[in-house]
T-cell receptor, first 114, second 113 residues
Framework: AQKVTQAQTEISVVEKEDVTLDCVYE???????LFWYKQPPSGELVFLIRRNSFDEQNEISGRYSWNFQKSTSSFNFTITASQVVDSAVYFC???????????FGEGTQLTVNP | GAGVSQTPSNKVTEKGKYVELRCDPI?????LYWYRQSLGQGPEFLIY????????DSGLPNDRFFAVRPEGSVSTLKIQRTERGDSAVYLC???????????FGPGTRLLVL
């Protein structure tokens, strides 16, 4: 069985603040993929990143960065200098290489206030 | 290119009725997935197709739910004898290959009265 936990249900910040969204996962597989998706108010899930369990290098893409720590089973997502357009629900997800289904966390509602 | 499309965007039906939800995947994507998302929760897996066959249907909640993908492209999720608890957003995703990145459609919001 696999599980993804996003302990932060809601986060509210002021524009230009940095914010980190936490994700902790459980899996028995040694090989797996981790994902982050963004769901804006329009409802469509937007893919942000995919990370292979063998690749623990942190990644940066513009204002977004991801910190993968296998030792603590965490895959945290940081937005630097947040903007109002970042307001959305963010989901962390996991899939095992032996299967294809995504297991999602409950999501974190991020609100960035002007 | 065109993304995943789903029709209808909204569907209101009465308890006990039959509904069909359609998904048109990204062209060339061989894998297609259905998920269900209830308010305030993350999407939950329903079924996955590789080509025309259902490779994993273990997420379907009961035998009122059925899905097909007869030509390996468009898929239809069918719900018989709808219940109020079936109300949710039904999401479709596709990927280029098995275990590839899944790209989602806008969803169909189903409301059972």
């Amino acid at each position: 069985a696999q599980k993804v936990t996003q302990a932060q249900t809601e986060i509210s910040v002021v524009e230009k603040e940095d914010v980190t969204l936490d994700c902790v996962y459980e899996t028995r597989d040694t090989t797996y993929y981790l994902f982050w998706y963004k769901q804006p108010p329009s409802g469509e899930l937007v893919f942000l990143i995919r990370r292979n369990s063998f690749d623990e290098q942190n990644e940066i893409s513009g204002r977004y960065s991801w910190n993968f720590q296998k030792s603590t089973s965490s895959f945290n997502f940081t937005i630097t200098a947040s903007q109002v357009v970042d307001s959305a629900v963010y989901f962390c997800a996991l899939t095992q290489t032996s299967g294809s289904r995504l297991t999602f966390g409950e999501g974190t509602q991020l609100t960035v206030n002007p | 290119g065109a993304g995943v499309s789903q029709t209808p965007s909204n569907k209101v039906t009465e308890k006990g009725k039959y509904v069909e939800l359609r998904c048109d995947p990204i062209s060339g994507h061989t894998a297609l997935y259905w998920y269900r998302q209830s308010l305030g929760q993350g999407p939950e897996f329903l079924i996955y197709f590789q080509g025309t066959g259902a490779a994993d249907d273990s997420g379907l909640p009961n035998d009122r739910f059925f899905a097909v993908r007869p030509e390996g492209s468009v898929s239809t999720l069918k719900i018989q004898r709808t219940e109020r608890g079936d109300s949710a957003v039904y999401l479709c995703a596709s990927s280029l290959e098995t275990r590839g990145t899944q790209y989602f459609g806008p969803g169909t919001r189903l409301l059972v009265l």
